[in-house]
C-alpha cells in the first residue's frame, strides 16, 4: 500500500495482507480498498489521539497469522500478547500431534 | 467467482448484506462505490465487513490507551465497541476475543442476496470444543 504522509512526525503502521492477484483478488483488492478508507476516515477525523494510521507492510491481527508471520522472522506488532500466541500455539500443536 | 444461476434460492448467514437498510450501512456502501467503482466489491463474504469493524475497534482501542502501546491496546480491545458498522453496531465480549453483533439470514434472487431475516444481536458463543 502507499504510505500516507505523517502527521507532527507521529504516525502508526497499520497493515493488512490480502491477495492482490490471482484467483481471490477479488476479495483482496476489496480488503485493502476498506483498509485505505478506514485509514483515511481515522485521519481525516484528527487520528487516533494526534497519531496518524499510516498503511504499511504485513501484519494482521489473528493469532494464526501472527505465528507464521513470526516463524518467518516478522518483528511487528500484533493485538495479540506473547502469553497468548504461547497458548494457542501450544493448542496448535497439541491438535495436530 | 460463483455464476449467479447456481446459487439461486440458496440461503445465507452473515453479518452484513449490501441491501441492508440501516442509514450507516447505506451511506458506507455508498462511500465505498463511489471510492472503489469496479468488481471488488464491499461484502461480508470478502471479509469487507470483519476488516471494516476490526480497524474501528483497534480505532476505538487506541483511543481509549491513549497511545499503540501493544499491551495497552490488547486490555481496551478487550471490551472496544463501536456505535456504527456494517449491518449495525457491534461490541467486543471479553475475555473472548470474539464480537457480539447483529446477523442476518438473506436468499439470493437474481445475483443479489435479499435479507429474509434480521436476527438482531447474536452472542459469539465461543465453542471450545476439540482445543482443550
Known amino acids: ?97 | 467467482m460463483v455464476q449467479a444461476a447456481h446459487v439461486e434460492g440458496l440461503y445465507s448467514c452473515l453479518d452484513y448484506y449490501q441491501g441492508i437498510s440501516d442509514p450507516f450501512s447505506k451511506e458506507l456502501i455508498n462511500q465505498y462505490n463511489k471510492l472503489y467503482p469496479g468488481s471488488a466489491k464491499f461484502t461480508a463474504g470478502s471479509a469487507c465487513s470483519g476488516l471494516y469493524r476490526g480497524l474501528r475497534l483497534w480505532e476505538g482501542a487506541v483511543k481509549e490507551a491513549g497511545s499503540p502501546r501493544q499491551e495497552d491496546v490488547i486490555k481496551a480491545l478487550d471490551h472496544a465497541k463501536i456505535a456504527e458498522g456494517p449491518g449495525g453496531p457491534a461490541e467486543m465480549v471479553p475475555g473472548q476475543h470474539h464480537v457480539r453483533m447483529n446477523m442476518y439470514i438473506a436468499q439470493a434472487k437474481n445475483g443479489n442476496f435479499k435479507i429474509v431475516e434480521s436476527l438482531g444481536v447474536i452472542d459469539p458463543k465461543e465453542c471450545m470444543q476439540g482445543i482443550k
Open chain 1, 1 to 97: 500500500m502507499k504510505e500516507s504522509t505523517t502527521s507532527g512526525g507521529r504516525s502508526i503502521k497499520v497493515g493488512v495482507i490480502t491477495d492482490q492477484t490471482g484467483a481471490l483478488s477479488f476479495c483482496g483488492i476489496a480488503n485493502a480498498n476498506v483498509a485505505k478508507m478506514v485509514i483515511n476516515d481515522i485521519n481525516a477525523s484528527g487520528g487516533s489521539q494526534s497519531y496518524e494510521a499510516r498503511p504499511a507492510g504485513s501484519s494482521r491481527c489473528d493469532l494464526r497469522w501472527h505465528l507464521q508471520l513470526h516463524e518467518a522472522g516478522y518483528q511487528g506488532s500484533c493485538l495479540a500478547s506473547r502469553s497468548e500466541v504461547d497458548t494457542w500455539s501450544a493448542r496448535t500443536s497439541t491438535r495436530t500431534s
